[in-house]
């Protein structure tokens, strides 16, 4: 199981950290990635980050404000989110793939988080 919590209500150039925490299975060896669902639109990728943090990946849209780490000892993935606008205003859901490596597709993840929502205030 993953719970996804830090989700709020920032102002537009505010920060927040979401953190992932697993349980249930062998988190040391699951790629993680984060995507983001904004109302009426498709779930789409944001980041993702393999079994031992060695490969990353953004969607350009982040790139250069959103930092993605993991944590093995604590079973947890987090998502620092810098400089945030409204226009990332979403659900933001993470994921895990039992295959350990990271991807932008969600094809390639086996379980989801509930997902907790980020609303970025102008």
């Known amino acids: 199981q993953l719970q996804a919590s830090g989700g709020g209500l920032v102002q537009a150039g505010g920060s927040l950290r979401l953190s992932c925490a697993a349980s249930?299975?062998?988190?040391?060896?699951?790629?993680m990635g984060w995507f983001r669902q904004a109302l009426g639109k498709e779930r789409e990728f944001v980041s993702a980050?393999?079994?031992?943090?060695?490969?990353?990946y953004y969607a350009d849209s982040v790139k250069g404000r959103f930092t993605i780490s993991r944590d093995n000892a604590k079973n947890t993935v987090y998502l620092q989110m810098n400089s945030l606008k409204p226009e990332v205003t979403a659900v933001y859901y993470c994921?895990?793939?039992?295959?350990?490596?990271?991807?932008?597709?969600?094809?390639?993840?086996?379980?989801w988080g509930q997902g907790t929502l980020v609303t970025v205030s102008s």
């Open positions: 994921a895990a793939g039992a295959r350990g490596y990271a991807s932008g597709s969600r094809r390639d993840y086996d379980v």
């Open positions: 980050i393999n079994w031992n943090g060695g490969r990353i």
């Open positions: 249930g299975g062998i988190f040391s060896s699951y790629g």
